[in-house]
């Protein structure tokens, strides 16, 4: 079917700056919009950025000014440019995707990523 896998988390100092990537892989005929979500420990997943398949994108208010989603249609990725980090944006990172593959007869279907661990602390 379709896989995402996400890269580029860790541990960084408040201020500092990460990029995440997130590649999707297998029998795919197109993707839609593809987004990036986090969750905190003890809160809710919440959405961060999207991007549709035009490049129309939105964020989260706490992100706008120093997150910046963009994406790669040729290479099915998309990445979350991350900038001016907080301690409060310390969490699991996962993207998501909509995708219409093979044997989806033109349905789209999410699909998330493992996630990945963002840390900001000193």
């Known amino acids: 079917q379709v896989q995402l896998v996400e890269s580029g988390g860790g541990l960084v100092q408040p201020g500092g700056s990460l990029r995440l990537s997130c590649a999707a892989s297998?029998?795919?005929?197109?993707?839609?919009?593809m987004g990036w979500y986090r969750q905190a420990p003890g809160k809710q997943r919440e959405l961060v950025a999207a991007?549709?398949?035009?490049?129309?994108?939105n964020y989260v208010d706490s992100v706008k000014g120093r997150f910046t989603i963009s994406r790669d249609n040729a290479k099915n990725t998309v990445y979350l440019q991350m900038n001016r980090l907080k301690p409060e944006d310390t969490a699991v990172y996962y993207c998501?995707?909509?995708?219409?593959?093979?044997?989806?007869?033109?349905?789209?279907?999410?699909?998330w990523g493992q996630g990945t661990q963002v840390t900001v602390s000193s």
């Open positions: 991007i549709t398949d035009g490049g129309a994108t």
């Open positions: 297998g029998s795919i005929l197109g993707i839609n919009a």
């Open positions: 998501n995707a909509d995708v219409v593959y093979e044997g989806s007869t033109g349905m789209k279907y999410h699909f």
